[in-house]
């Protein structure tokens, strides 16, 4: 994406404010470093790294082989090799980028929302809002217009309010990611899977979606099925962490988050 200086100004601005925000408060406002999440965490926490590469692919391949059972999904332009080389180009960008979302959203923020003791979905929703909301600048001024066009026959109108909503039930599955390792790199992983991978799946041509169908089989976080898809695995590893931590424990787990 090309975008004019000022316009990379204020899309570096918006990127790195949360995070700038989020150690000023660590480091001056007295909420400490403890629960930062810096740690790989790899002890024990193999598994969930594996989740963290598998499950926009897995939710992908779902979504389309769904959307093409329909009739609603063609793949006129698709070649593995072109795929795979423009996913391993977009990678590290959207690994530096992620490190600035992630370590505000999941580095700070999740912990501090569990930390009230709120009901867990309650506390995913409140962070997924947030996270969501924070999008809208992006999406309205900083987004450009034909990649846009190229992901979605929605109007603004419809886009924005679908692609909050559906950053809530992904919020449980990156939340619960770093509860279960108390470490923000399988978010951070999850994350710079989706920004390489999905997104250019339509604005490449990869896939192309019946007009107006979008909304119902998109690969991304603003279609229907995609939010089911993370709505039901958010539950399972919510589920999971429930069985393997006992409930004893629940209450100090953000101490070591």
């Known amino acids: 994406m090309n975008n004019p200086p000022g316009q990379s100004?204020?899309?570096?601005?918006?990127l790195i404010v949360p995070?700038?925000?989020a150690l000023l408060l660590r480091a001056f406002a007295g909420d400490g470093w403890q629960d930062f999440g810096l740690r790989l965490a790899l002890r024990g926490n193999g598994v969930w790294y594996v989740v963290s590469l598998l499950v926009y692919p897995v939710g992908v391949s779902v979504v389309l082989l769904i959307g093409s059972a329909l009739g609603l999904i063609s793949f006129p332009d698709f070649a593995w090799g072109r795929l795979l080389a423009i996913f391993a180009l977009g990678f590290i960008p959207a690994f530096i980028k992620?490190?600035?979302?992630?370590?505000a959203w999941?580095?700070?923020?999740?912990?501090?929302?569990y930390s009230l003791g709120l009901n867990d979905y309650v506390g995913h929703s409140i962070v997924g809002l947030i996270w969501g909301c924070w999008h809208i600048p992006y999406l309205l001024f900083l987004l450009d217009r034909a990649t846009l066009?190229?992901?979605t026959t929605q109007s603004l109108a419809t886009f924005i309010p679908m692609a909050i909503i559906g950053l809530v039930p992904a919020s449980i599955v990156y939340g619960e990611l770093r509860l279960l390792t108390h470490s923000v790199w399988p978010p951070l992983l999850l994350h710079t899977i989706s920004n390489a991978l999905v997104d250019v799946l339509v604005v490449q041509g990869f896939v192309k979606?019946?007009?107006?169908m979008d909304l119902l089989v998109s690969p991304g976080h603003q279609g229907i099925l995609t939010t089911i898809f993370f709505l039901l695995v958010g539950i399972g590893l919510r589920q999971l962490r429930m069985k393997?931590?006992?409930a004893a424990n629940q209450g100090h787990l953000v101490a070591t988050l």
Do not use: C, D, H, M
């Not at 100004?9 to 918006?14: E, F, R, S, Y």
């Not at 979606?209 to 107006?212: A, F, N, S």
């Open 9 to 14: 100004l204020g899309l570096l601005i918006w």
């Open 19 to 21: 995070l700038s925000t």
């Open 98 to 103: 992620n490190i600035f979302e992630e370590f």
């Open 106 to 113: 999941r580095g700070y923020l999740t912990p501090k929302v």
């Open 149 to 151: 066009q190229a992901a």
């Open 209 to 212: 979606i019946v007009p107006g």
């Open 244 to 246: 393997t931590i006992p």
